[in-house]
């Protein structure tokens, strides 16, 4: 017999909590009370019957003695919960738990024990019910609590399980859509090296033939010369594309090999390499000193030979050129990439390098590096439009990324990031 009242376990009534105590007037929760002793069944049903001035709900108790009986009113009855005695007549112990949760797995269902048996009552809660209360030990408000907890921890539970399908299912759809990205990004890279590489065999053809036509002619036709002169600077230009294309391609399709690179000393070979190639030009380079990364050595000298090769060529018609490299990081980068607050740390070094060359309108930005896409003319400024292009890919391969900051007529400032070791 259940002398005094059952007390929630998991959940002791608070009088203060009104989130529990807000429901609309009038509500009413049907409850399957499935108690086979009349004495403790007659004082759950006196119980659900106290009304409190704060608790506008009702209770509508069904009664039962037996699980067949249970399983026989869920069949016909919707409940809002189920008081759930685990020794009956026709099943004991956690057997009865299992063969409700079998019939109505997403019932809230609050157990009755005795003293003796809290810990197959913690059983229970830990295999499918939403709270446990201990014969001999009960108030009104107590039981009232635990029936409504444990129908809000249920509704909780079934919501968390629907978004967790609902994630699973976005998560399943996000990764076919990258298998399907990377194998397209397979298939146009093998495309492209396939152009790249299988072309410059009949260029080679062309620029041969070309080269014996001019000296078979000689001088006796200048138009023929002419002629010729112009489909062999139009192979040349062609042999550039496809070696960009062939670079492009290659980049990614190895992992790369990290060590320690020193970049201050390959900006600085590099900028040696320039002022040999033009002796005439007035450039002045500033590299500071032993700015030291992990990287692939090979790659970061291609990304840096054309960064720095984009702001030598973009600074020839300057009197006093400047082309400075060097690290910073975001809170003094006015121009920062999208959701750069996310995926870059206070700490984390940016590094850049900066011409005081014509610039750029950055209203038409978005396509520096797209292959083949060019902010001038061709005739201004030489170039195959894919140098950008590498440079991101390979920035990209480190973990990091890529920006820049420009006007017309103010210079241009490329900056990039590596992975950020925390």
Request: proline share 5%; net charge negative.
């Amino acid at each position: 017999m259940m002398a005094k009242s059952l007390k929630s376990k998991s959940t002791p009534p608070d009088q203060n909590d009104k989130r529990l105590d807000s429901s609309p007037p009038d509500e009413s929760i049907q409850v399957l009370l499935v108690e086979d002793n009349p004495g403790d069944a007659f004082l759950i049903q006196g119980m659900l019957g106290v009304k409190r001035s704060d608790d506008a709900i009702q209770y509508q108790l069904t009664h039962v003695d037996k699980l067949e009986d249970a399983l026989s009113a869920l069949q016909k009855q919707n409940f809002s919960a189920i008081l759930l005695d685990l020794s009956l007549p026709d099943s004991h112990g956690l057997e009865t738990l299992e063969k409700v949760l079998s019939h109505s797995p997403t019932l809230p269902i609050v157990v009755f024990t005795g003293l003796d048996d809290e810990t197959v009552a913690m059983q229970a809660v830990q295999q499918g019910a939403q709270d446990f209360l201990v014969k001999g030990q009960v108030t009104p408000g107590s039981l009232t609590h635990a029936i409504r907890y444990s129908i809000e921890r249920q509704q909780n539970e079934l919501a968390l399980k629907q978004k967790t399908i609902e994630l699973e299912r976005v998560n399943k759809a996000l990764r076919k859509r990258s298998l399907e990205l990377e194998a397209a990004n397979t298939e146009l890279e093998a495309f492209n090296y396939t152009v790249s590489h299988d072309l410059r065999n009949p260029l080679t053809g062309i620029k041969t033939g070309c080269a014996l036509l001019t000296a078979y002619m000689g001088d006796q036709d200048p138009r023929l010369q002419k002629y010729l002169g112009t489909i062999q600077d139009y192979t040349r230009h062609m042999a550039t594309l496809l070696e960009g294309l062939l670079q492009l391609s290659n980049i990614g399709r190895n992992p790369i090999q990290p060590q320690t690179v020193n970049l201050s000393s390959t900006v600085q070979t590099i900028a040696r390499q320039l002022l040999q190639q033009e002796p005439e030009r007035n450039v002045k380079f500033v590299i500071p000193t032993h700015i030291l990364v992990e990287g692939d050595t090979h790659l970061l000298w291609v990304a840096l030979e054309n960064l720095l090769g984009n702001a030598w060529k973009y600074t020839s018609a300057l009197n006093h050129a400047q082309i400075e490299f060097g690290k910073t990081k975001l809170t003094e980068v006015s121009q920062h990439p999208p959701n750069a607050d996310e995926t870059i740390a206070p700490d984390q070094p940016i590094f850049f390098i900066r011409d005081n060359g014509p610039g750029f309108d950055m209203s038409q930005a978005e396509r520096i590096f797209l292959p083949f896409q060019r902010l001038t003319s061709a005739e201004d400024f030489s170039g195959s439009g894919i140098g950008l292009s590498t440079v991101q890919r390979i920035i990209h391969c480190h973990g990091g990324q890529i920006w820049f900051d420009a006007a017309v007529n103010q210079g241009a400032t490329f900056y990039w990031t590596l992975a950020h070791k925390q």
